[in-house]
């Protein structure tokens, strides 16, 4: 996927102004950027929360307007785990996975059966103790990140963007989700994310792109950076 000269604007601000952008495939992608710099909207554009006043996006080297989340999701292969969690707490991680997608039988009632067995096996491939039945407001922060990374795999999507992961999970969960990502990786998925936590970011992220007032100010191989490096470039 690459964007061209992409720019929205919400009343005088700019909030993207101009940016172009090449994302590789079966890649971890870091962004990063003081409040303001024009993350949260660039990938909104991405995944058709909103539209761009200019630009161009490109999929498989052809422009595509991105019209609706809906759109994103089962035409693009384009899915947002966010950093609020966008699970059913009540209900069970089956039906979290499948919520909006169920499968049917005869075309009208959601099968259990399939659900539970899709469940399974998708969480068997993260190796995780996490089970289809287990209700999801019982599991912690760190298993619910598992529980939204499943449903990216369950559906194939070919990009994941992921918004501040380890933000609100304990420090020995924070390896367990940044392991989950390169597995992504290793599948062939390609991985935004989106980090304040700098050291996170230097230890999955091929490249880091660093966004400032609506612009790219720079995209930075992983290659020998640390902290500073990256401090530096966005102040």
Not at 49 to 69: A, M, Q
Not at 163 to 181: C, F, G, N, R, Y
Not at 199 to 212: G, N, S, W
Request: contains cysteine; aromatic residues 6%; proline residues 3%.
């Amino acid at each position: 996927m690459a964007v061209r000269d992409l720019v929205k604007t919400f009343g005088p601000v700019h909030a993207v102004d101009g940016i172009s952008l090449d994302i590789r495939s079966a890649e971890v992608l870091g962004i990063i950027g003081d409040n303001g710099a024009g993350k949260s909207t660039f990938l909104s554009l991405l995944t058709g929360f909103h539209r761009p006043d200019s630009g161009t996006i490109l999929y498989r080297g052809k422009p595509v307007r991105i019209s609706s989340p809906a759109v994103a999701r089962r035409l693009l292969g384009i899915e947002m785990i966010y950093q609020k969690l966008e699970l059913a707490p009540d209900l069970t991680v089956a039906e979290n996975l499948f919520l909006g997608e169920e499968p049917r039988r005869f075309g009208l009632f959601a099968s259990r059966h399939a659900m539970q067995a899709r469940a399974a096996a998708v969480l068997d491939t993260l190796n995780t103790k996490i089970r289809p039945n287990d209700v999801v407001s019982e599991l912690s922060g760190g298993e619910q990140q598992v529980v939204a990374i499943a449903r990216a795999l369950l559906f194939e999507r070919s990009m994941v963007i992921m918004d501040e992961p380890t933000a609100a999970i304990s420090v020995q969960k924070v390896a367990d989700v940044l392991d989950l990502i390169r597995r992504l990786r290793s599948a062939g998925k390609t991985v935004l994310l989106v980090s304040h936590r700098l050291e996170d970011l230097l230890a999955v992220a091929d490249r880091i792109c660093v966004f400032f007032h609506g612009t790219i100010r720079t995209v930075l191989a992983n290659e020998g950076l640390g902290v500073a490096d990256l401090v530096h470039a966005m102040f």
